[in-house]
């Protein structure tokens, strides 16, 4: 007996029931394990990636710095461009960003020095950068709050009284100024650019003690002695 048309329909949809659910079943295996393999691929890569950018831009900076010495400034700023698009948040980063503005005259190492004072891996020494590159530009409004924050617990690092100073006489506060050069002399009575810094503001006082006692300080470096304040 030869089979019908109706039989083979029965026939066809026999053999899907057979299979249907077995086979949507290993299919959504399928596409479950598809998925999770490629999160774990992408959980895997991004640090990956993430560490191979950094060493590119690591390269990338030690390239700007080497064009920056050679007065390339232009190629230097490449460089520092192409850094900061891979790793944008990197510290060597930011750093070198900031030396490169400094060097060419733009504010906006500011921004780069700002971004790295939020982070853990700002050192003592970024924000005497961003301190000094401040005062630069005359932003005492951004170096006296770090001035004070560092001064609580750095009073003895002559850098720091430095640009406290610096700021004090751009603030037009000469009269504080004095007292942190007298501190820094203090701290270090043999240091000739302590004695000088005084000298020069004690010189120009309207008080004529003190005008004394800054041209005897004066004279006295001028003539190889350093210690005459008395």
Same mark, same amino acid.
Request: overall charge positive; cysteine-free; aromatic content about 4%.
């Given at each position: 007996?030869?089979?019908?048309?109706?039989?083979?329909?029965?026939?066809?949809?026999?053999?899907?029931?057979?299979?249907?659910?077995?086979?949507?079943?290993?299919?959504?295996?399928?596409?479950?394990?598809?998925?999770?393999?490629?999160?774990?691929?992408?959980?895997?890569?991004?640090?990956?990636?993430?560490?191979?950018?950094?060493?590119?831009?690591?390269?990338?900076?030690?390239?700007?710095?080497?064009?920056?010495?050679?007065?390339?400034?232009?190629?230097?700023?490449?460089?520092?461009?192409?850094?900061?698009?891979?790793?944008?948040?990197?510290?060597?980063?930011?750093?070198?960003? !900031?030396?490169? @503005?400094?060097?060419?005259?733009?504010?906006? #190492?500011?921004?780069? &020095?700002?971004? *790295?004072?939020?982070? +853990?891996?700002?050192?003592?020494?970024?924000?005497?950068?961003?301190?000094?590159?401040?005062?630069?530009?005359?932003?005492?409004?951004?170096?006296?709050?770090?001035?004070?924050?560092?001064?609580?617990?750095?009073?003895?690092?002559?850098?720091?009284?430095?640009?406290?100073?610096?700021?004090?006489?751009?603030?037009?506060?000469?009269?504080?100024?004095?007292?942190?050069?007298?501190?820094?002399?203090?701290?270090?009575?043999?240091?000739?650019?302590?004695?000088?810094?005084?000298?020069?503001?004690? !010189?120009?006082? @309207?008080?004529?003690?003190?005008?004394?006692? #800054?041209?005897?300080? &004066?004279?006295? *470096?001028?003539?190889? +002695?350093?210690?005459?304040?008395?």
């Amino acid at each position: 007996m030869e089979p019908t048309a109706s039989s083979d329909t029965a026939l066809m949809k026999a053999r899907v029931r057979a299979r249907g659910p077995g086979t949507s079943r290993r299919f959504a295996y399928l596409v479950t394990g598809l998925l999770a393999l490629g999160l774990i691929g992408w959980l895997v890569g991004r640090p990956a990636y993430r560490k191979i950018k950094a060493q590119r831009a690591a390269t990338l900076i030690q390239e700007a710095k080497q064009l920056a010495e050679q007065g390339k400034w232009a190629d230097a700023w490449q460089a520092m461009r192409t850094a900061t698009g891979l790793a944008p948040s990197d510290p060597e980063v930011l750093r070198m960003s !900031s030396r490169l @503005s400094a060097r060419t005259g733009s504010p906006n #190492g500011l921004l780069s &020095l700002q971004a *790295l004072l939020r982070m +853990k891996a700002a050192t003592f020494q970024d924000r005497l950068d961003f301190i000094q590159m401040a005062l630069d530009f005359n932003r005492v409004d951004l170096s006296g709050p770090e001035i004070a924050h560092l001064l609580k617990n750095n009073r003895n690092n002559s850098e720091l009284l430095k640009l406290a100073i610096r700021h004090l006489r751009l603030m037009g506060n000469p009269e504080n100024a004095i007292i942190t050069a007298r501190e820094w002399l203090t701290r270090e009575p043999t240091n000739p650019e302590a004695e000088f810094t005084l000298g020069l503001l004690l !010189s120009g006082t @309207s008080n004529p003690m003190e005008r004394l006692e #800054g041209q005897r300080l &004066l004279m006295g *470096l001028a003539v190889g +002695k350093t210690g005459q304040r008395n």
